[in-house]
């Protein structure tokens, strides 16, 4: 799930957008591979102890998004923190009986977040600016500094309008840890991916394109800019991942199973 703006949303609501250059997202991503690449090489170990990092905001955020995902659920689990938030999120998808339903409940987990007069007035006041450009830098703003407890370290980015103009409204997530700890590419799309882009443009009115990478699980959000249809959207014919423990033990039952896509998606 993802990935979101909370309380200090307020806070930063009318920062005034910074300047900055376009940049090409292959070359974005070229200097940010060594970085992953030292990241991927200790993930292990800062995966372990990530949680002891979490500073006193995160933790809040961390308990509010849990709680209320758990009061859509029915369900929690034993396990603390991050673990039981993950099992739920995963309890969430099995409990449901379509994607589609999945869906709908995370995007009514996303809008207990906030003040439903905030979410309008937003979309009323904010979201028409500039074309829609200073609602997207801002977004993408609150959304880099509130979620990393959620997806690990991410940066904001400039990102290219269907114009050609240049917008800082880009988050890159270097290596989403839910997606990791998940293991689950079903769980990343219907829990994060999709009603994330639903939530945005349909209660905040800002578009928005998420574009997860299952193979070294890094994300870019693209706010401002509209998303494929479903039918384009190669995204969603995902396999299985190779971290998927349901897909092994499918794989180990069924000898040389070809899993040519992810049966949660």
Known sequence: ????????FRTHLFASPLKSKSQNP???????????SQSMDSASVVDSKSENKLGVFDRLFLDLFRSKMVQEVGWDSKKPGYDGLVEVANWLVVKSRTN???????????????PPLLLELYKMLVAPIGNGKLAAIMVARVTALTCQWLMGRCVTYSVDFPDGSPCESGVFVERCKYLEESKCAGICINTCKLPTQAFFKDY????????????????QFKFGLLPSEASEDE???????????????????????????CPKV
């Open 100 to 114: 589609a339903e999945t869906v709908e409940t995370a995007v009514r987990i996303l809008r207990s977040l906030f």
């Open 204 to 219: 905040m009115g800002v578009p928005l394109v998420m574009e997860p990478n299952f193979s070294d699980y890094s994300c």
């Open 1 to 8: 799930m993802k990935p979101l703006a909370v309380p200090l």
């Open 235 to 261: 995204i969603l014919r995902q396999p299985c991942l190779e971290i998927c423990p349901n897909a092994n033990r499918r794989r180990e039952l069924k000898g040389n199973y070809d899993e040519t896509q």
């Open 26 to 36: 292959s070359t974005f991503r070229f200097r940010f591979s060594s970085i992953r």
